[in-house]
């Protein structure tokens, strides 16, 4: 089993639509949670990060976590062309005696947004 | 500021040749890593460094040297390609301060075709 699990899509939907991405993960050490886009043939780029349990806003975007179920989603509001990217969700434990945050990755969600 | 930058962008090998990727980073950052990414599979961690001087191995190390010469710089070396290293590779860095997670920043990625 992986410890970072992620549904590949592809997920299409009409513009202006609600999206819900999600991942589920298997380590109870993981306390951050982040969210990447990575567009076509580019390198990812953190769009949400979140520590702990919660809910965090930013824009048309919210990311929630649910430590006690181990399961994080990501919300696209009102959902644009311009959405349209790979969403890759990434945990870790964080620093401990040294040794560096490694970042757990999930496959990544490949979204669609039609106009 | 060009966060980070990887050359080349695309390369073609034949089995057994040797290549070395370069990432360079302007941000000052301590950490530095390497990635693959392949369909499937997500991105995977190859080595990382957690400052000047320094590498360790990540979760796929093998068949990949790296070096840290200088902070701003991490070269990734393939000593004798093989078509199972066929992949996009990404560097990223990152600036940890104390015992919290810091975002990693990604290159636009180098695509590699080991023939």
């Known amino acids: 089993q992986k410890e970072v699990e992620q549904d590949p899509g592809p997920l299409s939907v009409p513009e202006g639509a609600i999206v819900s991405l999600n991942c589920t993960y298997s380590?109870?050490?993981?306390?951050?949670f982040m969210w990447y886009r990575q567009y076509s043939r580019k390198g990812p780029e953190l769009l949400m990060y979140t520590y702990s349990s919660g809910n965090k806003e930013d824009g048309r975007f919210t990311a929630q976590v649910d430590k006690s179920s181990k399961y994080i989603s990501l919300f696209i509001r009102d959902s644009q062309p311009s959405d349209s990217a790979t969403y890759l969700c990434?945990?870790?434990?964080?620093?401990?005696?040294?040794?560096?945050?490694?970042?757990?990755f999930g496959t990544g969600t490949l979204l669609a947004v039609q106009p | 500021n060009a966060g980070v930058t990887q050359t080349p962008k695309f390369r073609v090998l034949k089995t057994g040749q040797s290549m070395t990727l370069l990432c360079a980073q302007d941000m000052n950052h301590e950490y530095m890593y390497w990635y693959r990414q392949d369909p499937g599979m997500g991105l995977r961690l190859i080595h990382y460094?957690?400052?000047?001087?320094?590498?360790a191995k990540g979760e796929v190390p093998d068949g990949y040297n790296v070096s840290r010469l200088k902070k701003q710089n991490f070269l990734l070396g393939l000593e004798s390609a093989a078509p199972s290293q066929t992949s996009v590779y990404f560097c990223a860095s990152s600036y940890v301060a104390g015992s919290a997670q810091e975002t990693q920043y990604f290159g636009p990625g180098t695509r590699l075709l080991v023939l």
């Open positions: 460094s957690v400052g000047e001087g320094t590498t």
């Open positions: 380590n109870s050490a993981f306390q951050y």
């Open positions: 990434a945990m870790s434990a964080g620093n401990y005696g040294g040794a560096t945050n490694k970042l757990i």
